[in-house]
């Protein structure tokens, strides 16, 4: 089996999916019941931190690339989590490190699966390089 084969819309969308849910399964489990706030309300903080994450589920479910693309700027929140506690807490670095190889995976499964789907969908963004003549042409310079 070649390399590509496995590298097609329908795996990657499977790879986004499951990987978007596992997030949103751990982020749920850490702040519930791992390792839940002492000053705070366990539930509410729960609840916080995962609205960001239930924002694009009913596009990502519906498998749109446009929803998937913008998924990653949600990430990023729990991307920069994820690194600052891996710098700052001992104490919950293990936890930070499976929210940030569960976010990468997201990330990179999100990016992939809206450039496969977009280019599926006939959906192309102009070479850089076209848009600058484009440009120099329409500006004059």
């Not at 499951?18 to 309300?41: E, K, Q, R, T």
């Not at 609205?51 to 693309?69: C, F, Q, R, V």
Request: net charge positive.
């Amino acid at each position: 089996m070649s390399h590509n084969s496995l590298i097609n819309t329908a795996n990657m969308r499977a790879f986004a999916l499951s990987a978007n849910f596992a997030l949103l399964f751990w982020v749920g489990l850490w702040h519930g019941y791992l390792s839940p706030h002492p000053h705070i309300n366990p539930y509410a903080l729960t609840v916080a931190w995962l609205i960001p994450l239930l924002l694009p589920l009913p596009g990502i479910l519906a498998g749109k690339p446009y929803t998937h693309a913008w998924a990653n700027f949600v990430l990023m929140l729990y991307f920069l989590h994820a690194l600052t506690l891996l710098y700052a807490d001992e104490g919950e670095r293990w936890l930070a490190l499976v929210e940030l190889i569960l976010t990468s995976f997201a990330f990179v499964g999100n990016t992939v699966y809206a450039r496969l789907k977009g280019r599926d969908m006939g959906l192309k963004l102009p070479r850089l390089s076209s848009v600058e003549k484009k440009e120099r042409e329409r500006f004059g310079k």
